[in-house]
């Protein structure tokens, strides 16, 4: 009798296998590669959420972070996920507040132009400009999108060199494959036809020459080694932008001019390094993987985890002082030893401020009677000794707001930016009024008189000099209209006592 018991459970046993084996198998078969229109729910070439956790992705290994878990949190907390959906780029091109508790708050670039889209998309959202023909988007107006992802990273397959052709208009971006046959778009397969799609697969690229393949879904997905991404080229059509002919972002430009580019340097040297401690670009334990060695494993937070590590990594900062006459001369050496691009870098709102401070002994502050003050757009810090390392961009004439149509509040807005410390914005008619960033390998030197006697028969009183150079995220006054946190990072503090 047990004998007939266990065989029964046996029996049972294996029928629950085979019924779960038809189940999976039955999945894997019900899976058809063959899109539909973009209009309708598009399954094989759609831009992936790399946070994907759907049936689909699970199954097909669609969404990233299931197989490369550390990427993925590497991602997630970089500006270029982000990129579609910061608070305070949407409120400067929309004209609102951060928390858009508040509109027609200038600058906007859509109050100055409302029948406009413009060309943020091009780098901002390019999942959204690639779904569009026309590349004419709204960028306020898309859901559902990524920034820059895994996904729209991974299908650059080259790079188009003409310096006006910016964002994804100069970015060879590749769908899918068939052999030596590219699809850049699925616009450019006869939808109404699926037959056009057989044998096609879902491309990616990257700078693994050996990249494993995953059998469950190799019939529908092709990895390609491609030297591009082991080249600062790659980062180039969204890390430089011009406004006619003025540059107003110029961090490839500056690279590509720079010492490290003349040694063979590239962008990723500095900001995707190996991960010492790693040895698979998968880290899901489930997941089938190899073995690699570290150089291969590269860190995808651009900034690293610490920024501010990163940022005061290359800057130093020097004091030299002389007492002659009665007069306290204090020197000032900023170094940029960052050798690929200047700092600051990035967006013309980016800047870095030099404070410098000379107290008596009853920390009372020293006149300045010589040297260089900082400007309005220093905010609180304003007229104090320093200096603004800043591109300041000034409008070309308020004649052409005026000229152009746009409204009395725009136009009022442009005259006393500059008063309030703002200068003139990306989309005006605009020239480099200054440029004082610090160029790659090299250094600024101010110098500043304080008086602390009265002849050189005195002696010097006690002073004490303090230093400090930090870096901002944007100027003060905009942070305010914006209601934007002002992010201040102290890179270096020295003191100094004589």
């Given at each position: 009798?047990?004998?007939?018991?266990?065989?029964?459970?046996?029996?049972?046993?294996?029928?629950s296998l085979v019924i779960s084996c038809l189940f999976v198998f039955s999945k894997l078969l019900a899976f058809n590669p063959t899109p539909v229109p973009i209009t309708q729910s598009c399954t094989f070439f759609k831009w992936f959420d790399p946070n994907t956790n759907d049936e689909e992705g699970r199954t097909f290994l669609k969404?990233?972070?299931?197989?490369?878990m550390t990427y993925y949190k590497?991602?997630?907390?970089?500006?270029?996920?982000?990129?579609?959906?910061?608070?305070?780029?949407?409120?400067?091109?929309?004209?609102t507040t951060t928390e858009n508790l508040k509109s027609n708050v200038y600058p906007g670039f859509r109050l100055d132009h409302p029948e406009q889209n413009g060309n943020c998309a091009l780098c901002h959202n390019p999942e959204a400009a690639l779904l569009d023909t026309s590349k004419d988007v709204d960028i306020r107006t898309v859901k559902n999108t990524n920034g820059i992802s895994c996904d729209f990273c991974h299908k650059i397959e080259s790079i188009d060199q003409n310096p006006l052709k910016k964002g994804i208009s100069g970015i060879n971006i590749v769908r899918a494959i068939k052999g030596k046959r590219f699809i850049s778009n699925i616009q450019d397969?006869?939808?109404?036809?699926?037959?056009?799609?057989?044998?096609?697969?879902?491309?990616?690229?990257?700078?693994?020459?050996?990249?494993?393949?995953?059998?469950?879904?190799?019939?529908?997905?092709?990895?390609?080694?491609?030297?591009?991404?082991?080249?600062?080229?790659?980062?180039?059509?969204?890390?430089?932008?011009?406004?006619?002919?003025v540059p107003i972002y110029s961090t490839f430009t500056e690279w590509a001019n720079s010492p490290a580019a003349r040694r063979g340097v590239q962008c990723q040297h500095c900001h995707m390094p190996p991960r010492n401690n790693a040895n698979s670009i998968v880290d899901n334990p489930d997941i089938k993987s190899?073995?690699?060695?570290?150089?291969?494993?590269?860190?995808?937070?651009?900034?690293?985890?610490?920024?501010?590590?990163?940022?005061?990594?290359?800057?130093?900062?020097?004091?030299e002082t002389k007492k002659q006459n009665g007069i306290l001369t204090v020197k000032i050496v900023v170094e940029n030893n960052n050798f690929g691009h200047s700092f600051p870098t990035g967006s013309p709102m980016r800047?870095?401020?030099l404070l410098l401070e000379v107290k008596n002994k009853d920390g009372k502050e020293l006149s300045l009677i010589k040297g260089p003050k900082l400007p309005n757009y220093a905010g609180n810090l304003r007229q104090k000794p320093g200096k603004l390392f800043a591109k300041i961009l000034e409008e070309t004439s308020s004649e052409y707001a005026v000229l152009s149509g746009k409204s009395k509040e725009g136009i009022e807005f442009r005259k006393i930016a500059k008063d309030l410390g703002i200068p003139a914005q990306d989309w005006w008619n605009v020239f480099i009024a200054s440029d004082r960033r610090i160029k790659p390998n090299s250094s600024d030197v101010s110098i500043y008189q304080f008086t602390v006697g009265a002849s050189r028969d005195l002696p010097l009183q006690p002073v004490t000099i303090t230093a400090k150079l930090f870096w901002r995220n944007t100027w003060p006054a905009l942070a305010k209209i914006k209601h934007v946190e002002l992010k201040e990072d102290l890179l270096i503090e020295r003191h100094l006592t004589l």
């Open positions: 009798m047990l004998q007939i018991l266990s065989l029964k459970k046996t029996v049972i046993v294996l029928i969404n990233c972070s299931s197989c490369h590497e991602w997630i907390n970089d500006k270029h996920s982000m990129s579609q959906n910061n608070p305070f780029f949407l409120s400067v091109y929309s004209g397969l006869e939808l109404a036809d699926p037959t056009n799609w057989k044998g096609f697969k879902d491309i990616r690229f990257g700078p693994i020459k050996d990249p494993l393949e995953i059998k469950e879904i190799s019939d529908v997905e092709e990895l390609r080694y491609n030297s591009l991404y082991k080249t600062s080229l790659i980062c180039a059509k969204c890390h430089d932008g011009l406004n006619g002919n190899k073995l690699r060695p570290y150089h291969q494993i590269h860190s995808h937070s651009f900034l690293t985890e610490d920024p501010h590590e990163l940022r005061k990594k290359y800057v130093d900062l020097k004091i800047n870095a401020i």
